[in-house]
Nanobody
């Protein structure tokens, strides 16, 4: 299985931006970002397949952008206009389906996560 290592998390004020990165040890058909806040469900944030097709959760559409650098096997998540409700541990995940699914059952590998904290 591919290994995933996230980076780029931190603490910011509401309205600011962050870019998360996820370095993969190999190529995959499908990659995504998930997040989990204390006491809340694990949820899909954004996904991208090997054709470049993307999918976003309604809560982040228009603010977050998922992208890949295939030459570097790296996944990114640019997060703009961050809100306190975006505070969570963010995880990079990889799967074998060529379709940008947000449901976690389509993914078989996950990184250790990177913390994002947004204060008001």
């Amino acid at each position: 299985q591919v290994q995933l290592v996230e980076s780029g998390g931190g603490s910011v004020q509401a309205g600011e931006s962050l870019r998360l990165s996820c370095a993969a040890s190999g190529s995959t058909l499908l990659m995504a970002w998930f997040r989990q806040a204390p006491g809340k469900e694990y949820e899909g944030v954004a996904a991208i397949d090997s054709d470049g097709t993307t999918n976003y959760a309604d809560s982040v559409a228009g603010r977050f952008t998922i992208s890949t650098d295939n030459a570097k096997n790296t996944l990114y998540l640019k997060m703009n206009n961050l809100k306190p409700e975006d505070t969570a541990m963010y995880y990079c995940a990889a799967g074998g389906l060529r379709a940008p699914m947000l449901a976690p059952e389509w993914y078989n590998t996950r990184g250790q996560g990177t913390q994002v904290t947004v204060s008001s």
